[in-house]
């Protein structure tokens, strides 16, 4: 984890590139982060770029975890909420390369949106994840705490239903 370095992403190609690559192996793998498998690089392009765009206009902050020069996760921020939760921020989008899991860098992503919450003056956190093989563990030793699940709330990537299990912490 020591060569691992966490910043901001904006928007340019050479970016747009390695999350579109990051996401799609994370479908493919089965990885519940809204779309469904096969899910094709120019969608995921798209996808990141409409993202990237957001973040570039203060709507949310994209974080990549990178091994040098190559992007092994990320996590997004997202901080455009209601008139009446301007305390609130939510977590997205968050995936690590299947070669660099079980070496923090999850924990780190989260370590690091939590600082940026915090600057924000953002005193609520709240994500989404998926009930079947979701990162639910990995969230609850970060002390988030579980709010409840909805049953079969969305498909899988390579199909069949999935629940959702809302959680939050208070910074």
Known sequence: MSDITIHPLGL???????????IVETVAGGGSVSFMHPFALDDARSFWRGSLGAADGGQRIVLGAFDGEMLVGTLTLLLDCPPNQPHRAEFAKMMTRPSYRGRGIATALIGAAEQIARAKG??????????????????????????????NYALKPHGGYTGTLYYYKEL
Do not use: K, Q
């Open 12 to 22: 340019n190609a050479a970016t747009v590139d390695a999350l579109a690559a990051l």
């Open 122 to 151: 953002r005193t609520l956190i709240v994500l989404d994840t998926a009930s079947d093989g979701g990162a639910g563990p990995l969230y609850e030793r970060c002390g988030f705490r579980l709010a409840g699940e909805i049953p």
